[in-house]
């Protein structure tokens, strides 16, 4: 082995060793925060309204009408007792979730909100409050109020003061 820069290797071989350790310990660390520090979370993204809603009473019960679907739907799944059809009744219910989260869209668009992600905030803050949410974050490099990654806010000037509760929420 002549013309071989010993130097070199011996960096090399440095650089490898404490590479190794970095991600060891980055795994450890995440393990650390998934287990002592996430919150659990779903994830939800943007869902379509439906043409033409209206905010009356009967879009108002339709999402009543929907949570009695989902309850149904866990009592079935609740009785399951083997895997396929476990699976199956767990299918059936997330469908009956998903049914009322489209019901409850519906009616927040036609009240005239096409923006939840503030009220989700406030609800999740009076969670926190009474100990149901103790976790930091839903997930890694989730957004808050400060320094959101994923959402831009761009208040849009409405009557009755509301640009002004909106800033007030975010803290401008």
């Known amino acids: 082995m002549r013309n071989v820069n010993w130097g070199c290797l011996a960096f090399l071989a440095v650089a490898l060793i404490i590479d190794a350790f970095a991600v060891w310990a980055a795994s450890s660390l995440a393990r650390w925060m998934i287990e002592y520090d996430m919150q659990d979370c779903v994830i939800l993204g943007s869902v379509a309204t439906f043409d033409g809603v209206a905010p009356d009473k009967a879009q108002a019960l339709k999402v009543l009408e929907e949570a009695s679907e989902v309850y149904n739907a866990w009592q079935v799944w609740d009785e399951c007792r083997d895997d396929e059809a476990k699976a199956e009744c767990r299918q059936s219910l997330m469908e009956e ?48 109020r400060e320094g959101c990654k994923r959402f831009v806010f761009v208040p849009i000037p409405r009557p009755y003061g509301v640009l002004s509760k909106i800033k007030a929420k975010i803290g401008a």
């Open 97 to 144: 979730c998903a049914d009322v989260v489209q019901a409850t869209v519906n009616l927040v668009k036609a009240c005239g909100c096409d923006d939840m992600r503030l009220h989700l905030m406030d609800c999740e803050d009076r969670n926190r409050k009474r100990g149901r949410i103790t976790g930091s974050k839903p997930y890694p490099d989730a957004c808050g």
